[in-house]
């Protein structure tokens, strides 16, 4: 094994609060469960640890502020590396010495430094300092930067089922540095000795050159749409067509949710005026009961005092038993200071008045104790209707005014694709008008020599496209597995029929063994690589088929034998990282690292996020 490969230890996002890891080991790592668990952020979060410019915002993504990223070197070296969610430059720890500070690492790329994480990590691949070209009609080259080998070791979902070669990401301009890379991976040669080419031309020409660089970038855009122009605007008229349906739909369901959000506000004000009064009432009939404890305490005192009166009055007189005056020379009035007679005759009026009152009282109390029970038999009437169409709100009207929005707003997005699909014809055209009318005229002015000769050697792609027939053979893939690189499309042709042109699941599947090839064959060959890889949805025949190539091969036993092979092959001197929905075979679960996302909070692991 060559000295100078890499292999992933651990992944950790870190907040104030709470902390996810995850460890990887040597060989082949699978990380598989529920969708939305987060396997795919993941793969991307690796990348950008690798000097990916931004890593995707996810709302699980929140309570983390860092990313920690612990990686070893073959020859011994371990290392640690920090980063903002948010992005920029790198910090980095030597695991091994502890003592050592800190390093900041730029994230920008600069020739033959180690002061940024890309020229780092070149430096412990044996690559830095390396030039690779960029313009095989200029002979300019440029810096070799990790962020060209990342795409080549870690493959996003995304770019496993793409239509074009998987040395290529589909962006004309970068086309060639591209393929460099390929070569330097496979020859170990760079283009540091490319001399520059001199040309004589005119700014006409240049344009030119830019001009069908650009047109060459739209027409890929135009391919991958798939869609001729006539079509595109036939669809803009049955989408206009339809969109005008639906709104006329969505106007209709949303003024019948208006008017039912009203009747509720409206019934809950009602509601709300009935209760107030109830407890109004409430509030009252305790005053008037305790008014009544007082006119009944009143009317047993002044009766009291009505009976005393009376009998004082009646008592006959006698002569004074102390002094023996007679009862005519006796003063009682003077003794009680008042009439007795006119006190019995004033309690009596005072309790017929109190008897008035009190009866006024119990009217007032019977009246509102109707009215409570009025009120309440009200409310109930009013809490009926307000569920009534609280229910018919949430269970039928707002449902469908969401699902009428959701259409629409997906008709719109439809449409914009459209739209923009119409945009890459319209420029074509200008671009092509433009080139013809006022640069094309200008053609002749060149004089240069003749393009650098750039790509894979005949030899190296005959050897290589070797390798991948024998992935393809030890993994059961239908058909005789006969590749070969065609050099035109930068792509693989097997058993005669280009990989791009199958289905999705075939051409993940015939991705992940270039891309596993490309590391094997550095490995037998001496040859540098960052040597690890990552795969994300490399099965992906067996999870979502498109086509009957896909459906093929659900039938065979390819994915037993991938895993298998992956197990056999990949031990401890490389490291394989599979992300996948599906669990591997049974049979191979002794011989692999797995990590299960269970997408549930209670049962396991739940996500790669949530621990």
């Not at 870190?14 to 990380?31: H, I, L, R």
């Not at 970038?217 to 049955?238: F, H, M, P, S, T």
């Amino acid at each position: 094994m060559s000295n100078s490969y890499l292999q992933l230890r651990r992944i950790a996002f870190s907040g104030p609060q709470k902390m996810s890891e995850m460890t990887f080991s040597e060989g082949v790592n699978v990380v598989c469960g529920a969708s939305d668990t987060g396997k795919s952020f993941l793969a991307e979060s690796i990348d950008f640890m690798f000097g990916g410019a931004e890593l995707r915002d996810i709302p699980e993504r929140t309570p983390f502020g860092e990313i920690q990223f612990d990686l070893d070197v073959a020859s011994g070296e371990k290392w640690r590396f920090f980063r903002a969610t948010s992005g920029g430059n790198f910090s980095v720890q030597d695991l091994l010495d502890r003592d050592a500070q800190n390093v900041v690492l730029k994230q920008k790329h600069a020739h033959d430094r180690t002061d940024n994480i890309s020229g780092f990590l070149l430096e412990k691949i044996g690559l830095l300092g390396k030039r690779i070209l960029r313009s095989k009609k200029k002979g300019t080259t440029q810096s070799l930067s990790f962020r060209n080998m990342a795409r080549l070791a870690i493959i996003q979902e995304g770019e496993i089922q793409q239509i074009g070669s998987p040395f290529w990401g589909g962006q004309y301009t970068l086309k060639t540095a591209e393929l460099a890379t390929i070569k330097l991976l496979l020859t170990g040669v760079d283009d540091s000795n490319v001399v520059e080419t001199t040309r004589v031309g005119t700014d006409r020409t240049n344009q030119i050159e830019l001009i069908d660089e650009l047109l060459a970038d739209i027409r890929q855009e135009i391919d991958d749409v798939g869609e001729e122009e006539a079509d595109l605007r036939e669809q803009i008229n049955k989408l206009d067509e339809t969109i005008e349906q639906r709104r006329e739909t969505l106007d209709e369901v949303q003024a019948q949710l208006g008017s039912l959000v009203t009747e509720r506000r409206e019934l809950m004000e009602k509601q709300t005026v009935i209760r107030d009064r109830l407890d109004e009432v409430a509030d009252l009939l305790v005053r008037f009961d305790l008014l009544l404890n007082h006119y009944d305490i009143d009317i047993e005192r002044l009766a009291a005092i009505q009976e005393s009166g009376a009998m004082f009055a009646h008592v006959e007189s006698v002569p004074c038993p102390l002094c023996g005056a007679s009862p005519d020379a006796q003063q009682h009035d003077t003794a009680c200071d008042g009439d007795v007679l006119a006190i019995i005759q004033a309690a009596s009026a005072e309790i017929e008045k109190i008897f008035r009152l009190r009866g006024e009282l119990k009217e007032t109390v019977a009246g509102l104790k109707s009215e409570v029970v009025c009120r309440k038999q009200e409310l109930s009437k009013k809490n009926e209707k307000y569920e009534s169409v609280n229910a018919k709100i949430q269970n039928t009207v707002a449902p469908t005014v969401s699902e009428e929005r959701a259409s629409f707003s997906e008709l719109i997005e439809k449409k914009a694709e459209v739209q923009k699909a119409l945009e890459l014809y319209a420029r074509v055209k200008k671009l092509e008008e433009r080139r013809r009318t006022s640069l094309e005229q200008g053609e002749g002015e060149e004089g240069s020599s003749a393009p650098l000769v750039s790509g894979l050697p005949e030899s190296v792609a005959h050897d290589f496209s070797l390798k991948v027939s024998s992935l393809l053979k030890a993994w059961d893939f239908p058909g005789d597995c006969f590749v070969h690189f065609d050099k035109e499309s930068t792509d693989f042709v097997i058993d005669g029929k280009p990989r791009g042109s199958r289905g999705k699941g075939l051409r993940a599947i015939t991705h992940a063994a270039v891309t596993i090839a490309l590391l094997e064959y550095c490995q037998e060959n001496d040859l540098p690589h960052p040597g690890f890889v990552v795969l994300d949805s490399p099965l992906l025949a067996y999870f979502k088929p498109e086509g009957d190539d896909d459906r093929l091969l659900q039938g065979t036993n390819l994915k037993e034998q991938f895993y298998s092979y992956l197990a056999d092959h990949h031990v401890g001197d490389s490291q394989i990282i599979i992300v996948e929905n599906q669990h591997p075979p049974n049979s191979v679960l002794d011989r692999l690292r797995m990590t299960v996302f269970t997408g549930n909070p209670s049962e396991g692991r739940q996500g790669f996020l949530q621990v």
